[in-house]
């Protein structure tokens, strides 16, 4: 245990259904991150929220849409999504501001697009 | 741009000892992470170098060279526990981890 939990752990959804993934963290942390990770390919930064703040966002497509309501909770809604969007997508967290970023990460949800 | 290499895979044997190697070229740098990442489960933290030199933790040692661009992470006893991938990030000068793509360690018996 990590102390971010995220839910569904698994996910089956068409191309043109809304879904949301959602991470929680129980660490005290101020900053939160998305990551997708598709097989054989390095960790891609999707998206990084400190102290509630958007800081990052990778070029990523429209239909990932992420909302962090408090410090302790980050959503990434889906819509419309893709084929190739299929992969294990991970939320993470460290405490943020600092220069150490150790980052501790969630077991992650495996999505699959039809 | 920014690049982090490191093998595909690689096989070992219980007991026996294991190099996995890295090799980076960033913008900036602000150390160097070394993740466990079984299947199907969370990336966990290993170690984090930001100076030259070895730094040891049990079974596990990981090297920094800073002027080579260049880590490894020395497994050493291993355990059937240790098949997974390891992953190598850096840090750099915006605070951003950059990642490898991961090396798949196999353990045999």
């Known amino acids: 245990e990590t102390g971010v939990t995220q839910t569904p752990r698994h996910l089956v959804m068409g191309m043109t259904n809304k879904k949301s993934l959602k991470c929680e963290q129980h660490l005290g942390h101020n900053a939160m991150y998305w990551y997708k990770q598709s097989a054989k390919k390095p960790l891609e930064l999707m998206f990084v929220y400190n102290f509630k703040e958007q800081t990052e966002n990778n070029s990523v497509p429209s239909r990932f849409s992420p909302e962090c309501p408090n410090s302790s909770h980050l959503f990434l809604h889906l819509h419309t999504l893709q084929p190739e969007d299929s992969a294990l997508y991970l939320c993470?967290?460290?405490?943020?501001?600092?220069?150490?970023?150790?980052?501790?990460f969630g077991p992650g949800t495996r999505l699959t697009v039809l | 741009g920014q690049n982090i290499d490191q093998p595909t895979e690689m096989t070992a044997t219980e007991g026996a000892i294991v190099q996995i190697n890295c090799t980076y070229q960033?913008?900036?740098?602000?150390?160097l992470f070394w993740y466990q990442q079984h299947a199907g489960e969370a990336p966990t933290f290993l170690s984090y170098n930001v100076l030259d030199g070895l730094e040891e933790k049990g079974r596990f040692s990981s090297f920094l060279s800073r002027s080579k661009g260049y880590s490894y992470l020395l497994l050493k006893e291993l355990q059937m526990k240790d098949s997974a991938s390891y992953l190598c990030?850096?840090?750099?000068?915006?605070?951003?981890?950059?990642w490898g793509a991961g090396t798949k360690l196999i353990i045999k018996p």
């Open positions: 990030a850096v840090l750099d000068s915006n605070y951003q981890l950059i």
């Open positions: 993470a967290s460290s405490p943020g501001g600092g220069d150490y970023n150790e980052q501790f």
């Open positions: 960033t913008s900036g740098f602000n150390g």
